[in-house]
């Protein structure tokens, strides 16, 4: 298993461009979210999907979309960038909490957005 | 999901054990604590969770007051390796509002160093 995986692993934008950060996971996972990673602080969430056709927003949803077409792909798309988008995004999965599982979350190694 | 406070710094010797306290007075009977941790630059990892009882696995061992007010992260020979930022969290994995999703605080920075 890959596990999840991330692409690209860096990036630089200009104001107002638009772009996708790709996110799959191999694991057959229903749960997946989205998190941005400011210096020195602890990740904030975006959004997050519990299965595929369903995505809702989290703490700090403005300027980003989702969307979940496949159990395996949850993108996150950045509409017109801004400076203060300018972060790590951390994807990451997991099963469901059935009785007894370890309800485990699982990151991606994080993408790196410049945004001038 | 019930707040946590934890220090935002500690230094523990290579070879010893580092223990890393959690606060979470609001804790609710159906939220477990769960522990991550963050190595520079990558995704956080999961390293152990409960509920009650402690709970020991291959990385560390966790500690829960009988009052689950307070827990404790044990890692019983720190490596240089260990060094990380270490997040508590609270949650109820199995509530309404369950999503897969984790709230993180500002997690505890811990050095060890040789």
């Known amino acids: 298993n890959a596990g999840v995986t991330q692409t690209p692993k860096f990036q630089v934008l200009k104001t107002g461009q638009s772009m996708t950060l790709q996110c799959a996971q191999d694991?057959?996972?229903?749960?997946m979210s989205w998190y941005r990673q400011d210096p020195g602080m602890g990740l904030r969430l975006i959004h997050y999907?519990?299965?595929?056709?369903?995505?809702d927003q989290g703490e700090v949803p403005n300027g980003y979309n989702v969307s979940r077409s496949t159990t395996e792909d949850f993108p996150l798309r950045l509409l017109s960038a801004a400076p203060s988008q300018t972060s790590v995004y951390f994807c990451?999965?997991?099963?469901?909490?059935?009785?007894?599982?370890?309800?485990?979350?699982?990151f991606g190694p994080g993408t790196r957005l410049l945004v001038l | 999901d019930a707040k946590t406070t934890q220090p935002p710094s500690m230094d523990c010797a290579e070879g010893r054990a580092a223990n890393l306290p959690c606060n979470h007075s609001?804790?609710?009977?159906?939220?477990?604590v769960y522990w991550y941790r963050q190595i520079h630059s990558q995704g956080p990892q999961y390293i152990i969770h409960g509920l009650k009882n402690n709970e020991t696995n291959e990385m560390a061992s966790l500690i829960i007051t009988e009052d689950r007010k307070s827990s404790t992260l044990i890692l019983p020979h720190a490596t240089l390796r260990d060094t990380a930022v270490y997040y508590c969290?609270?949650?109820?994995?199995?509530?309404?509002?369950?999503?897969?999703?984790?709230?993180f605080g500002q997690g505890t920075t811990l050095q060890v160093k040789p």
């Open positions: 999907s519990v299965g595929a056709g369903i995505t």
């Open positions: 609001t804790i609710s009977g159906n939220e477990y």
């Open positions: 694991m057959n996972h229903e749960y």
């Open positions: 990451a999965s997991s099963p469901p909490p059935l009785a007894g599982a370890k309800e485990t979350q699982y």
């Open positions: 969290i609270v949650r109820d994995p199995h509530g309404s509002s369950n999503t897969g999703k984790l709230i």
